[in-house]
Every structure is written in C-alpha cells, then in structure tokens.
C-alpha cells in the first residue's frame, strides 16, 4: 500500500463550489505539506503543518484553508472554487529526523478542474 | 520572483549519452538542494541532494554538482536510459525556515532508444 495515498484522484467542479481533498499517510511523519503544479512553475506550497497544532501558510495561500485532523490526515479545501486553481496538487510528508536534507515524500496527486 | 530557475524545459538524448540538467538559484541562504523525478499520474519521488558545504554528490549514475559562487548546480546522468525520461525539478531549502522546499518549473527529459 502507498505511504502518502490522496483522494480523489481527479476531480471536476464549477466555479464557487466548496471542495476538499484529502491525503493521508502512513508513514508516521509529523510534517506535512500541499503544493500545486502548475506548467512551468514547479511545485508551490499552499500551507504545511509540523505537528496537528501547528499550522502554516505557504507562498500562495489566498483561497485555500486546511485542516489537520490527526498526525496522519491533512485535508485542504479550497471555500468557493475558481478556474485558476485548475492544478494538479499534492501532499507531501517529511520526517523531523530527516530534515537533514529536507527530503519530502509526495503522494500521487490529485488533479483538479474548475470550469 | 522564482528563486529557483530550470531553464531548459525540455532535453532530448541519446540513450547511453549524458543527461545534463542545469539549476540556477538566487538565495543564498539555501543550504540544501534536491532532485526530484516524477513520472505522469505519479508524486514526485526523491532522487539526490547535496549540502550547501559540498560541490558534488554521487549515487550510481546520478551526480549532483553544486557551484556556490556560480548559484548553480547541475545534475548528470550516465549512462541515460529509455526509464530516466521524465520531469525532473530542482527544489532547494532554508532549514531555519522550517524544511520548506522551493522548487524550479522542471525540465522534462526524453531518453530515446
């Protein structure tokens, strides 16, 4: 079974529909993130938490929210959709320990559209 | 701004030839740098780093060269093969910023047979 697993994989919503993904692990690490990918611009993170009660905004958080509901589930929402947050996003988990190197380990994406 | 630029796009190669993929960065408090690879309809998956106090890094056919006063680094591959086509990005970090990544826009390479 995958360590960071997201759901769905694919979604399609109209515009001004709340929406949620969710991403959930078993790896056991504290520190989770979501990025989006856009062409061109690589992965930008949206918000990351280093433990449930630790919550932080990334460089593009503007229409997003999230909510850590254990060590192992963090879910991103986006209150009322628009067609620029068309994007394939993604978890992603690290381990304290290894911070060392800042290597993180990504989940399978989840692509969303917003027509 | 990107702190962080892949400026190659794209990269076409031989199979058996070198992969080179070049990285330039702006901020010089990074202190780590990362490859990643990723394949369509999957995360990215790590693939190599190296700290900021070293100028190259080996695992197998993958070196990571890092040039400070450059802002470079630069990733070699040899031999490629057909499996190494994918997207690779670059991806730096500030450990007193909290381990958070800044990742370039990729360079998809193509490996032909």
């Known amino acids: 079974d995958a360590d960071v697993t997201q759901t769905p994989r694919n979604r399609i919503t109209k515009t001004g529909k709340r929406i949620m993904l969710e991403c959930s692990q078993t790896k056991g690490h504290d520190r989770m993130y979501w990025y989006r990918q856009d062409p061109g611009l690589g992965l930008r993170l949206i918000y990351y938490s280093f433990d449930v009660k630790d919550i932080n905004k990334g460089e593009i958080s503007d229409g997003y929210s999230v909510s850590r509901q254990a060590q192992a589930k963090f879910s991103l929402s986006l209150e009322s959709a628009i067609p620029n947050q068309t994007a394939l996003y993604f978890c992603?988990?690290?381990?304290?320990?290894?911070?060392?190197?800042?290597?993180?380990?990504f989940g399978p994406g989840t692509r969303l559209t917003v027509t | 701004d990107q702190q962080v630029k892949q400026n190659s796009p794209s990269l076409s190669v031989q199979e058996g030839r070198i992969s080179i993929l070049n990285c330039d960065y702006t901020n010089s408090m990074f202190d780590y740098f990362l490859w990643y690879k990723k394949y369509p309809a999957e995360g990215p998956t790590f693939l190599i780093s190296?700290?900021?106090?070293?100028d190259k890094n080996e695992d197998g056919r993958f070196t990571v060269f890092l040039n400070k006063s450059a802002k470079h680094l630069s990733l070699h591959i040899v031999p490629s093969q057909p499996g190494d086509s994918a997207v690779y990005f670059c991806a730096a970090r500030v450990k007193a910023a909290g381990n958070k990544l800044t990742f370039g826009g990729g360079t998809r390479v193509l490996v032909k047979p």
């Open positions: 992603a988990t690290s381990d304290e320990d290894r911070a060392g190197s800042g290597e993180q380990y």
């Open positions: 190296i700290s900021s106090i070293k």
